[in-house]
Every structure is written in C-alpha cells, then in structure tokens.
C-alpha cells in the first residue's frame, strides 16, 4: 500500500512538473511574438543594406576605373539593353561594376507581415466597397483599410505599387551633397514599417520615421514614379538633412521608402 502511494505521488509530481514546463513554454512563445517580428524585420533590414554595400563597392570600382557618373548605365538585367556594350558602363554586368541585382525581399515589403510568428503573405493591399462596376474599380474610387498591420494603404498607393521594389539611377539632387549635380540614388520602395523602423534605428540609432510626402520624385526615376523629378531639399526634409540614407514615410500611415545616397556629387 506504501508503495502505491508513494507511485502515485511521484505520478502526481510529474503531471504538475509538466503542467508548468507546458506553461512556461506557452508563456514563452507568447512574450516572444514582438521579437520575432523584431528580428525578422532586423533581418530584412540588414538584406537591403548589405545590398547598399555592394552597390557602392560596385560604384566605386567603376569610378575608379575612369568611368564618369554621366556614362554609368544602370540597366537592369532583365531589361532590354542589357546585353548591348559598352559593358564596362553598365553598374549589373560583369565587366562593369559587376553587381548582383537582388528584387527587394517579400520579408521586406509593406505586403509581409507575421502573426503570432507565422508568415502571411498578402497579395493586395486595397479591398474594394462594393463596387458597383468595372468601371467603378479600375477608378480606385471606394476601398478600405486592410484590418491588418502593416500594410500600406493611400489614395496614391497605385502609383506607389508600380514604384515599389529596388530602384537605382541618377533621379536629382541631395542639397546637402557636394554639388548641385544630381547624385546616384539607391532606394527600396513600399518596405514594411517595422523593417524602415528598423533601417533607421541600424543608421541614426533612432526608429522615428520622418514624414516626407510625395517621395517618390526624390527615389525614382520620372517614367516609373509618375511625378516629375525635384530636388530634395532640407526643408522638404529636415531630418534627412545630411544624412546619406534614411527610410521615410509618405504620411503617418505610409508608405515607406528607403534611400541611400550611393555616389554623392
């Protein structure tokens, strides 16, 4: 009889030993979901800007060579033109600046985002109202925010769309750069919140993102952006003031969009 209950006691012992292994487990999981969600971002920020390294080294290499600012071609590989010499001017071909292109990483985008650690990968960013037509949709008339964080939504956000991902060229001027010569610009566009909070805490030591309303005249060429290019000046921007890359925010909500000065003139 003594050793039946001293069985069922050491039974009893397990089952609450493993009662509370169990709870500490869920409790950690539970407090961990905001540093997943931190390191992922962490980790997608670090992507773009190791991809900024090896698009400045691949500059510099050019600019070392001879190459002038005005000759670099900043064609793409999967555009036409790519494979028409002079290569030794072209920043993506081997015998130029040899970089590796590299499309902006889903993880990055504003479309990306993770729940309780599991990843969702949403594809719109815009839920129509009831639209009475085609007609009515194709005009962007009505729609909602996506009940989801993160995603990015603005009455110009279609613009945006065709915008986003990597861009690199020679967009406009920097005030605050050497000349008034426009300056070759790196940007990644429609990022998430989270990763331009974090671009920005790895280069200023700060998550505040700077509101700085129509970017993309500043981030991208006038055929893709749609608007036409302008100078960025520090009071368009004060907090970009002297700073050679940074991740802003077109309002409160987004979108936002990363640059990075790649080649100051």
Same mark, same amino acid.
């Given at each position: 009889? @003594?050793?039946?209950?001293? $069985?069922?006691? *050491?039974? =009893?012992?397990?089952?609450?030993?493993?009662?509370?292994?169990?709870?500490? !487990?869920?409790?950690?999981?539970?407090?961990?979901?905001?540093?997943?969600?931190?390191?992922?971002?962490?980790?997608?920020?670090?992507?773009?800007?190791?991809?900024?390294?090896?698009?400045?080294?691949?500059?510099?290499?050019?600019?070392?060579?001879?190459?002038?600012?005005?000759?670099?071609?900043?064609?793409?590989?999967?555009?036409?033109?790519?494979?028409?010499?002079?290569?030794?001017?072209?920043?993506?071909?081997?015998?130029?600046?040899?970089?590796?292109?590299?499309?902006?990483?889903?993880?990055?985008?504003?479309?990306?985002?993770?729940?309780?650690?599991?990843?969702?990968?949403?594809?719109?960013?815009?839920?129509?109202? @009831?639209?009475?037509?085609? $007609?009515?949709? *194709?005009? =962007?008339?009505?729609?909602?925010?996506?009940?989801?964080?993160?995603?990015? !939504?603005?009455?110009?956000?279609?613009?945006?769309?065709?915008?986003?991902?990597?861009?690199?060229?020679?967009?406009?001027?920097?005030?605050?750069?050497?000349?008034?010569?426009?300056?070759?610009?790196?940007?990644?566009?429609?990022?998430?919140?989270?990763?331009?909070?974090?671009?920005?805490?790895?280069?200023t030591g700060s998550t505040e993102i700077p509101i700085l309303p129509n970017s993309l005249?500043?981030?991208?060429?006038?055929?893709?952006?749609?608007?036409?290019?302008?100078?960025?000046?520090?009071?368009?921007?004060?907090?970009?003031?002297?700073?050679?890359?940074?991740?802003?925010?077109?309002?409160?909500?987004?979108?936002?969009?990363?640059?990075?000065?790649?080649?100051?003139?």
């Amino acid at each position: 009889m @003594n050793d039946k209950g001293n $069985a069922l006691f *050491l039974i =009893l012992i397990a089952v609450v030993l493993f009662a509370a292994i169990s709870y500490a !487990v869920t409790k950690t999981g539970n407090s961990g979901s905001d540093g997943i969600i931190s390191t992922k971002a962490e980790l997608a920020a670090a992507n773009i800007l190791n991809y900024q390294t090896s698009i400045k080294v691949g500059i510099d290499r050019m600019v070392i060579r001879g190459i002038e600012p005005s000759d670099i071609d900043f064609t793409k590989p999967s555009e036409a033109g790519f494979n028409t010499p002079p290569f030794r001017n072209k920043v993506y071909h081997p015998d130029g600046g040899g970089v590796s292109y590299q499309d902006l990483p889903a993880t990055a985008t504003a479309s990306y985002d993770y729940i309780d650690g599991t990843q969702y990968a949403f594809l719109d960013y815009l839920k129509y109202l @009831n639209p009475i037509s085609t $007609a009515h949709a *194709l005009d =962007l008339g009505d729609f909602e925010v996506s009940p989801m964080p993160d995603i990015i !939504v603005d009455p110009d956000l279609p613009v945006a769309l065709d915008a986003k991902g990597n861009q690199l060229g020679r967009f406009n001027n920097f005030e605050w750069t050497p000349s008034s010569e426009d300056d070759i610009v790196s940007s990644s566009l429609g990022v998430s919140k989270a990763v331009c909070m974090a671009l920005n805490k790895s280069l200023t030591g700060s998550t505040e993102i700077p509101i700085l309303p129509n970017s993309l005249q500043y981030y991208v060429a006038e055929l893709i952006g749609g608007d036409i290019n302008s100078d960025l000046t520090s009071s368009s921007c004060p907090e970009c003031n002297q700073k050679a890359a940074l991740c802003t925010a077109e309002t409160t909500t987004g979108q936002y969009n990363f640059y990075n000065i790649v080649l100051p003139l």
